[in-house]
């Protein structure tokens, strides 16, 4: 009489398992084909987005006009650049834009507007659109607005790059360079006086 050998829990029968995905792979298949026409479709109901960027070159002096003497030049020219890009996210020029560019009258960056697209018009449907936090519409608009802005510096460099995301490239562009135009001519008024 032979004994018998028990399994071991190690052993793998990679035979019995080919044969179970080969029976198992027409649902499989029906399944991802399914899961990715699915995705398709819901993505394809997303607005596209657009960013654009926009440059300045700012120089050595700060927008405060701001004369002291640090004992490292480098660290005058970080702050000056450090504080140019505040200013370009600050509220003041924030509004000049968005009035400027008639953000208001847009859906996109004012909630309190009913948006036409596929996506938004399901959420309302089923019920699930949020309501935002700030009543007003100028504190809607500038809140969409700020969301959409993206001011920051390259590293060891006095270059400012100013993105702007939309669902318009046009507007991307638009806005982009809007707040570069609007922000140098503030300074040039400033040091004007």
């Not at 198992?24 to 819901?42: D, R």
């Not at 109901?45 to 003497?69: C, H, I, N, W, Y």
């Amino acid at each position: 009489m032979r004994a018998q050998q028990s399994a071991s829990p190690d052993d793998i029968d990679l035979i019995s398992i080919g044969g179970a995905v080969k029976r198992a792979l027409p649902k499989l298949m029906i399944g991802a084909l399914i899961v990715g026409a699915g995705t398709f479709a819901a993505l394809s109901t997303l607005p596209s987005k657009f960013t654009a960027q926009s440059q300045l070159e700012v120089g050595a002096a700060s927008p405060a006009g701001d004369d002291r003497r640090p004992s490292d030049p480098g660290s005058r020219d970080k702050e000056a650049v450090a504080t140019h890009v505040r200013a370009m996210q600050g509220d003041a020029l924030s509004v000049k834009v968005t009035k400027a560019m008639k953000l208001a009258e847009l859906p996109e960056f004012n909630s309190g507007l009913p948006r036409q697209d596929l996506f938004s018009r399901l959420v309302r449907l089923i019920g699930l659109e949020g309501k935002t936090t700030v009543e007003s519409e100028e504190g809607r608009v500038l809140e969409a607005y700020k969301k959409s802005l993206k001011v920051f510096s390259a590293r060891d460099t006095r270059q400012i790059t100013v993105e702007f995301t939309s669902e318009d490239p046009r507007r991307s562009a638009d806005v982009s360079n809007k707040v570069a135009e609007l922000y140098r001519l503030s300074q040039s008024d400033r040091q004007g006086n």
